[in-house]
């Protein structure tokens, strides 16, 4: 019985040992799993993040791109509305100088009818003086 009692005990420290690395080992393992959900974790919020990110660029870029169609469309309009504007600048300007030489005419009318109205006057004064 000695005998099976001190194999016993070989086999039993060994037993122990046995249960404790595999203890260790079973919580290392734990361990690694909690790294590994962890890192996966920080791997899924990262990749939705750039996910995110690229989102936010895609709209940025439909943004920039709308108001690219917008400033085109702005500027073809500004650009019809500015030749609209000359036309009607030489339009006015054309009635401007019609205007212009009506008015001259007008001028040189009323000169010679004021020198007219300034001689009769004379005339009028000179009889008027030849009657006293």
């Not at 000695?2 to 080992?25: A, F, G, M």
């Not at 959900?37 to 989102?55: G, I, N, P, V």
Request: glycine share 2%; hydrophobic share 30%; aromatic share 0%.
């Amino acid at each position: 019985m000695s005998n099976v009692h001190s194999e016993l005990t070989p086999r039993q420290r060994e037993l122990l040992k046995i249960r404790r690395d595999s203890d260790t080992k079973a919580a290392e393992l734990v361990k690694m799993e909690k790294m590994l959900q962890q890192t996966k974790d920080l791997l899924d919020r990262k990749t939705e993040s750039c996910s995110d990110s690229m989102d936010l660029q895609e709209n940025m870029v439909e943004d920039l791109e709308e108001k690219v169609r917008s400033s085109r469309r702005h500027r073809r309009s500004s650009l019809h509305h500015t030749q609209l504007l000359e036309s009607q600048m030489k339009t006015v300007k054309g009635e401007l100088v019609g205007t212009l030489d009506h008015l001259q005419e007008l001028r040189n009318v009323l000169r010679r009818s004021q020198q007219k109205a300034e001689e009769r006057k004379a005339a009028m004064e000179k009889l008027a003086a030849g009657l006293r």
